[in-house]
Protein backbone atom coordinates (compact mmCIF):
# COMPACT_ATOMS: atom_id res chain seq x y z
CA UNK A 1 0.00 0.00 0.00
CA UNK A 2 1.60 3.31 -0.96
CA UNK A 3 1.62 5.77 1.62
CA UNK A 4 1.98 9.45 1.29
CA UNK A 5 5.45 11.31 2.45
CA UNK A 6 5.96 15.03 2.79
CA UNK A 7 8.04 16.95 0.54
CA UNK A 8 11.30 17.85 3.02
CA UNK A 9 12.69 21.28 2.46
CA UNK A 10 16.71 21.04 1.95
CA UNK A 11 19.28 21.30 3.69
CA UNK A 12 17.35 21.70 7.62
CA UNK A 13 20.20 20.89 9.20
CA UNK A 14 22.66 23.79 7.77
CA UNK A 15 19.93 26.32 8.11
CA UNK A 16 19.99 26.24 12.26
CA UNK A 17 23.07 26.91 11.38
CA UNK A 18 22.65 29.85 9.19
CA UNK A 19 20.65 31.29 11.65
CA UNK A 20 22.50 30.67 14.88
CA UNK A 21 25.51 32.46 12.60
CA UNK A 22 23.41 35.51 12.33
CA UNK A 23 22.42 35.16 16.44
CA UNK A 24 25.99 35.10 17.22
CA UNK A 25 26.87 38.80 15.65
CA UNK A 26 23.58 40.14 17.23
CA UNK A 27 25.34 41.71 19.53
CA UNK A 28 27.50 43.93 18.24
CA UNK A 29 25.95 44.48 14.37
CA UNK A 30 23.08 46.62 14.11
CA UNK A 31 19.94 44.68 12.19
CA UNK A 32 17.40 46.63 10.21
CA UNK A 33 15.31 48.27 12.23
CA UNK A 34 17.40 48.49 15.27
CA UNK A 35 19.12 51.92 14.63
CA UNK A 36 17.65 54.76 12.27
CA UNK A 37 21.31 55.63 11.24
CA UNK A 38 21.23 52.25 9.42
CA UNK A 39 19.04 54.06 6.96
CA UNK A 40 20.28 58.27 7.02
CA UNK A 41 23.37 59.12 5.32
CA UNK A 42 26.41 59.20 7.50
CA UNK A 43 28.03 62.36 8.56
CA UNK A 44 31.72 62.90 6.36
CA UNK A 45 34.30 63.04 8.74
CA UNK A 46 36.46 66.31 8.48
CA UNK A 47 39.84 65.06 6.73
CA UNK A 48 41.93 67.10 9.74
CA UNK A 49 40.49 64.65 12.33
CA UNK A 50 41.58 61.08 10.74
CA UNK A 51 44.61 60.93 12.50
CA UNK A 52 43.18 61.88 16.26
CA UNK A 53 43.28 59.88 18.38
CA UNK A 54 39.32 59.81 19.11
CA UNK A 55 38.82 58.94 15.51
CA UNK A 56 41.38 56.29 15.11
CA UNK A 57 40.09 54.66 17.88
CA UNK A 58 36.46 54.41 15.82
CA UNK A 59 38.68 52.67 13.19
CA UNK A 60 40.44 50.18 15.13
CA UNK A 61 36.58 49.54 16.57
CA UNK A 62 35.38 48.95 12.61
CA UNK A 63 38.10 46.53 12.29
CA UNK A 64 37.85 44.65 15.13
CA UNK A 65 33.90 44.27 14.09
CA UNK A 66 35.01 43.02 11.11
CA UNK A 67 37.62 40.61 12.28
CA UNK A 68 35.05 39.27 15.15
CA UNK A 69 32.57 38.94 12.81
CA UNK A 70 34.82 36.47 10.41
CA UNK A 71 36.40 34.81 13.33
CA UNK A 72 32.78 33.87 14.16
CA UNK A 73 31.20 33.04 11.20
CA UNK A 74 33.98 32.24 8.80
CA UNK A 75 32.64 34.96 6.37
CA UNK A 76 32.42 38.73 5.87
CA UNK A 77 34.50 41.00 3.35
CA UNK A 78 33.35 44.52 4.29
CA UNK A 79 31.40 46.40 7.02
CA UNK A 80 29.97 50.47 7.42
CA UNK A 81 30.65 52.27 10.42
CA UNK A 82 26.91 53.05 10.77
CA UNK A 83 26.51 48.76 10.80
CA UNK A 84 28.15 49.45 14.62
CA UNK A 85 26.20 52.16 15.53
CA UNK A 86 29.03 54.92 14.11
CA UNK A 87 27.44 57.77 12.16
CA UNK A 88 30.36 58.39 9.55
CA UNK A 89 31.18 58.40 6.62
CA UNK A 90 33.87 55.36 6.03
CA UNK A 91 34.43 51.59 6.38
CA UNK A 92 36.31 48.93 6.08
CA UNK A 93 36.90 46.33 3.63
CA UNK A 94 38.62 43.11 4.33
CA UNK A 95 41.29 42.61 0.59
CA UNK A 96 43.12 39.65 0.97
CA UNK A 97 45.93 40.83 -2.08
CA UNK A 98 46.20 44.06 -0.12
CA UNK A 99 50.02 44.74 0.71
CA UNK A 100 49.34 48.43 2.16
CA UNK A 101 51.10 49.58 5.65
CA UNK A 102 47.55 48.75 7.37
CA UNK A 103 47.28 45.10 5.94
CA UNK A 104 44.56 43.20 4.97
CA UNK A 105 41.92 45.50 6.19
CA UNK A 106 41.67 48.72 4.05
CA UNK A 107 40.02 51.43 5.59
CA UNK A 108 37.79 53.91 3.14
CA UNK A 109 36.93 57.20 4.50
CA UNK A 110 34.38 59.75 3.00
CA UNK A 111 34.51 57.75 -1.19
CA UNK A 112 33.12 59.04 -3.64
CA UNK A 113 32.48 57.08 -6.53
CA UNK A 114 33.76 58.94 -9.88
CA UNK A 115 32.70 56.29 -12.26
CA UNK A 116 30.09 53.39 -12.64
CA UNK A 117 30.57 50.79 -15.31
CA UNK A 118 28.35 50.55 -18.45
CA UNK A 119 28.71 46.60 -17.79
CA UNK A 120 27.21 44.70 -15.09
CA UNK A 121 27.02 41.42 -13.45
CA UNK A 122 24.51 39.92 -11.32
CA UNK A 123 25.38 38.46 -7.70
CA UNK A 124 24.07 37.14 -4.74
CA UNK A 125 24.41 39.34 -1.65
CA UNK A 126 24.23 39.07 1.77
CA UNK A 127 24.58 41.88 4.46
CA UNK A 128 25.62 41.70 8.08
CA UNK A 129 22.13 43.98 8.98
CA UNK A 130 19.64 41.82 7.51
CA UNK A 131 20.81 38.66 8.10
CA UNK A 132 20.42 35.52 6.77
CA UNK A 133 18.55 36.65 3.69
CA UNK A 134 20.48 36.91 0.68
CA UNK A 135 19.70 39.44 -2.82
CA UNK A 136 20.44 38.15 -6.04
CA UNK A 137 21.18 41.82 -6.90
CA UNK A 138 22.77 43.43 -10.43
CA UNK A 139 25.24 46.27 -10.12
CA UNK A 140 27.85 47.65 -12.28
CA UNK A 141 30.85 45.09 -12.31
CA UNK A 142 33.38 48.21 -11.42
CA UNK A 143 34.19 51.90 -10.09
CA UNK A 144 35.94 53.93 -9.72
CA UNK A 145 36.34 56.24 -6.24
CA UNK A 146 38.40 58.31 -4.51
CA UNK A 147 38.74 57.95 -0.46
CA UNK A 148 40.81 58.83 2.25
CA UNK A 149 43.28 56.37 3.82
CA UNK A 150 43.46 56.29 7.76
CA UNK A 151 46.41 58.17 7.72
CA UNK A 152 44.34 61.11 6.35
CA UNK A 153 46.16 60.49 2.41
CA UNK A 154 43.55 61.30 -0.87
CA UNK A 155 43.43 57.40 -2.80
CA UNK A 156 42.07 56.06 -5.95
CA UNK A 157 40.67 52.72 -6.54
CA UNK A 158 40.48 51.87 -10.06
CA UNK A 159 40.76 48.08 -9.98
CA UNK A 160 38.66 46.69 -12.70
CA UNK A 161 37.04 43.13 -12.22
CA UNK A 162 39.52 40.93 -14.46
CA UNK A 163 40.07 38.46 -11.54
CA UNK A 164 37.10 36.88 -9.30
CA UNK A 165 38.40 38.72 -6.61
CA UNK A 166 38.50 41.94 -8.58
CA UNK A 167 35.20 41.19 -9.19
CA UNK A 168 34.53 40.58 -5.89
CA UNK A 169 36.05 43.48 -4.11
CA UNK A 170 34.05 46.25 -6.88
CA UNK A 171 31.05 44.85 -5.09
CA UNK A 172 31.74 44.98 -1.50
CA UNK A 173 32.51 48.55 -2.16
CA UNK A 174 29.38 49.64 -3.57
CA UNK A 175 27.41 47.71 -0.76
CA UNK A 176 29.31 49.21 1.51
CA UNK A 177 29.46 52.81 0.05
CA UNK A 178 25.23 52.48 -0.02
CA UNK A 179 25.57 51.67 3.61
CA UNK A 180 27.09 55.01 4.58
CA UNK A 181 23.67 56.91 1.97
CA UNK A 182 21.60 54.56 4.36
CA UNK A 183 20.50 51.91 1.71
CA UNK A 184 20.84 48.56 2.22
CA UNK A 185 20.98 45.91 -0.21
CA UNK A 186 17.18 44.93 -0.01
CA UNK A 187 16.56 48.14 -1.53
CA UNK A 188 17.93 47.26 -4.59
CA UNK A 189 16.50 43.90 -5.01
CA UNK A 190 13.87 42.12 -6.01
CA UNK A 191 11.69 40.62 -2.91
CA UNK A 192 10.78 37.95 -5.02
CA UNK A 193 14.17 37.06 -5.83
CA UNK A 194 15.47 36.91 -1.94
CA UNK A 195 16.58 33.35 -0.72
CA UNK A 196 17.98 32.19 2.43
CA UNK A 197 21.36 30.50 2.50
CA UNK A 198 20.24 27.30 2.37
CA UNK A 199 23.73 24.81 1.74
CA UNK A 200 27.18 24.31 2.89
CA UNK A 201 28.58 24.82 -0.68
CA UNK A 202 26.03 28.32 -1.22
CA UNK A 203 28.81 30.91 -1.73
CA UNK A 204 31.40 28.70 -3.32
CA UNK A 205 29.15 27.99 -6.01
CA UNK A 206 28.19 31.60 -6.32
CA UNK A 207 28.67 33.03 -9.54
CA UNK A 208 28.70 36.17 -10.89
CA UNK A 209 26.45 36.84 -13.88
CA UNK A 210 26.40 38.94 -16.73
CA UNK A 211 23.66 40.88 -17.62
ZN1 LIG B 1 25.68 45.34 4.36
Known sequence: MKSWKPDLAPFRKYKVKVFERAALVSNFIYQIGESPILRQSSKPVPVNQITSKIFQQKIKY???????????????RGI????????ERFAVIYNPNSHSSSGKLV???N???TKFSKEKNKYPEMCMSANPVIVPLIRPTWIEFEYFDEMGQLQEWKTKHHTLLGKKLNRVFQHEIDHLDGIINLDRGDPKEFILESGPKFYKNAKFEEV
Open 62 to 76: LKNCLLKYRKLTGMG
Open 80 to 87: AAPQVGIH
Open 107 to 109: TII
Open 111 to 113: PKI
